[in-house]
């Protein structure tokens, strides 16, 4: 038999790929922020400031919009002096014209004194279109802000939190669970701390967290999150044995294995009502067990890390020196 | 079945009446090998029943798990006090200012609110500091409304219709509120209550019986739980005002009643004895509707109007359905909404309907949906539906005329208990003004954590399919996204 011959191939492949290779992506950034694992050998103290356990806290909004006016070439507010803006409103009216439409907003609203729009919204909205002609409605400010991409919406430990709970693909049924329980940490007294289980250093006062769900569901996940998972290599230590080899974690998978063990201890709890939002219940009473250091979780991490610890000289197991 | 001992001597045989048993007495069953139960001596494999997780604690007593759940909680300590937030009262509830603002409810009214069941579970109270209700249009024409039955000794008779979470039980809750402010007498019949569930009424969880002087056919039957949990809300909600008010007419009781006795103490009657609860409902509504002593006006509302539209859940001897209309309760509530019996002192007869847990009721729907959208004039808006777009911006929309459907069978008792002259309101979206109000109280109770601006509002009024304000509250405080 003849070998087949098919010009149409080798002409194929002279054409050029209109789509990126996957080398090409791969050097993509990462777009999740790794703990930096720190070696044994290396200094003690960190090049640069590590991120810590939870992500890196914004700064505040004044210094925030102090760095951007630095950006932008602009000044920015001036948080030496504490200058109120109405103040240099006041004395600079050619500023106003600049100001953000909200400030403006703002201070059409003040001098209505009641602190609601008299107006009709369409009117309002009727002036705008005035300002962005071409447009129906106002053009949004760019750079969109990170929650404003449809696939984004919600808070990212929402989202991680709410699709670790999702059974069998219903995922509305866990956004359900996960309102109820952003409602029940609401309306739970606020936390009384145990300072034999300490939370982030930078964790706000208990007071503050029933008002700020998704800080007290962040914190609490974030507190109990194992830095370490420990990798069993087989037969490494001799005779058969497995060799327990600690592995630092990313953010996302440290986040993870608290929220699994979170909803194990949950579902380990007791239901006291009926119907639908049982297990909801369960998993924020779980949350402010844990925020309180009453949860069982907590030894589930001190396990690991102990663990970590005593295994930590076969951390450069397998790597070349 | 008759086994033969083994006798000593292999020939000879014990004496017995019965026929002898010739052959030779069954041998002890070997076992079989091939047969698949397990031997003796020889190991099997078991399985072990799953450890099936056992608590320790006590079970929870019967009815505790549903208390939990239809629990209502009014307050949230850790919300923040709303500054300048003003009760609703008599002089401001028909008020034009309060439109689009949340004001609170006092305390005593709470209380009353509560007695009456005028609370549901899922409506979000539990998220604010105290109770606080949103004035909409529809909040300030009931109070417009009921301020001229006051004057005219009018009877408002009206449905409150409209979408899931429109706002019918809050509206109805806001109509109960001013009456209790303008010292009515309340009647509530709830959809959902704590002891007596919603349906109840009409799904068959509480006794009935026929009502033995009843000579009509069909016969009319009275469920007697139900009146005196009926009686004893009537007692609670409005005892300041039915301790004032004394007996006027004589009534043939099976227990004689003084004639200076308060009608509070006349309800109380009932309550301690459902035997008479219903004779007792007779004779305390006389008196509330009696003309020669001076009676305040009355609300009655109902919550949840489709379930007595139809077949109750009960059965008459022949185990044919019972019409709800036949149930002495419910035919007292339709009698008064179609207008057959009248309030002489003036008041208000109130209903809405469900839309999120619907009964099967098509002749209610039927007409409803005839009154909204008659097929004389298709094309405009029905007088009675207010809506929160002006006539100029809407659009004349072609609508198929609302026909009775051939196949479906429909009941002409509720056809006609819809009567022309009963109003039907369908609740539409807020405005915006309303829902930036409404949001404006959801930041100022720490509930929100985003700024009130007009893009927010217009975003969420919009996400809410065009104001519909449990989706607003969905969208902003109830969600996931908070």
Known sequence: MPPRLNLLRSARTAFTRSTPSLASRAVAPCVFRCVPAREHSDSEKPQHKPNGPSREVPPHVTEEAVALGKAYGEGGPEIEQGTPVQEILKRDPKSLEKAPQVIREELGQNTGGKGRVASSTLEALDETEVMAPGHNYPLPELPLASNLNLKHRYDPIVQLVTSLMMKDGKLSVAQRNMSLILQHLRTSPPPSLNPERPLLPSAPPPSHLPLNPTLYLMLAIDSVAPLLRIRAQRGAAGGGVALQIPVPLGLRQRRRRAVEWLLEAASKRRSRGSGKGGFAQRVAEEIIAVVEGKSTVWDKRGAVHKLGVSARANINFGRRR | ?482
């Open chain 2, 1 to 482: 079945m008759l086994r033969c001992s083994p006798s000593i001597h292999p020939g000879s045989r014990l004496f017995s009446t019965t026929p002898a048993f010739l052959a030779n007495p069954i041998k002890a069953k070997r076992p079989d090998p091939n047969s698949s139960g397990p031997q003796k001596g020889v190991k099997s494999l078991k399985i072990k029943k799953k450890n099936t997780l056992r608590s320790a604690g006590r079970p929870p007593a019967p009815g505790e798990r549903k208390a939990l759940r239809k629990r209502i909680v009014l307050s949230n300590t850790n919300a923040l006090e709303v500054k300048g937030m003003q009760d609703l009262s008599n002089d401001n509830m028909a008020d034009k200012q309060i439109q689009g603002t949340v004001v609170g409810l006092p305390g005593p009214l709470v209380d009353q609110l509560r007695a009456a069941e005028a609370f549901r579970t899922g409506q979000g109270w539990g998220l604010f500091r105290r109770p606080g209700v949103l004035m909409r249009e529809n909040s300030l024409e009931i109070a417009r409304d009921l301020q001229d039955v006051v004057s005219g000794k009018k009877t408002l008779r009206r449905i409150y219709t409209g979408e899931r979470g429109s706002g019918k039980s809050v509206v109805l809750l806001q109509a109960i509120a001013m009456a209790f402010l303008k010292d009515w007498v309340v009647v509530t019949i709830p959809e959902a209550s704590q002891n007596r569930i919603a349906q109840d009424l009409t799904n068959a969880h509480t006794e009935y019986a026929p009502l033995s002087s009843s000579t009509t056919t069909p016969s009319q039957y009275v469920q007697r739980a139900y009146t005196a949990s009926l009686l004893s809300r009537i007692s609670k909600a409005n005892s300041a005002v039915l301790s004032d008010l004394k007996v006027s007419l004589s009534h043939k009781l099976r227990i004689p009643i003084q004639p200076g006795t308060s009608l509070s103490h006349l309800a109380d009657l009932g309550v301690r004895d459902p035997d008479i609860a219903w004779p007792i409902f007779q004779a305390l509504w006389g008196e509330l509707t009696s003309t020669k002593a001076a009676r305040p006006p009355i609300m009655l509302t109902l919550d949840g109007l489709g379930h007595i539209m139809r077949d109750s859940q009960y059965r008459d001897p022949a185990f044919k359905p019972i019409h709800a209309h036949d149930l002495t309760i419910a035919r007292h509530f339709v009698d008064h909404l179609s207008g057959v019996r009248s309030l002489p002192n003036g008041g208000a007869v109130l209903a809405a309907t469900s839309a999120s847990n619907v009964p099967f009721a098509p002749s209610l729907a039927l007409a409803i949906d005839q009154r909204l959208h008659p097929t004389t004039s298709a094309s405009s808006p029905s007088p009675s539906s207010s809506s929160s777009l002006s006539s100029s911006q809407q659009m004349p929309v072609w609508r198929k005329p609302v026909q009775r459907n051939p196949f479906m069978t429909y009941d002409e008792r509720v056809l006609q208990s819809i009567t022309p002259d009963l109003e039907i309101v369908e609740l539409q979206g807020l405005t915006r003004e309303e829902a930036r109000g409404l949001m404006e109280y959801y930041a100022a109770s720490g509930m929100l954590r985003h700024r009130v601006d007009e893009s927010f509002v217009t975003e969420k009024w919009t996400i809410a399919g065009g104001g519909i304000v449990g989706e607003i509250e969905k969208a902003s405080v109830m969600g996931p996204r908070v």
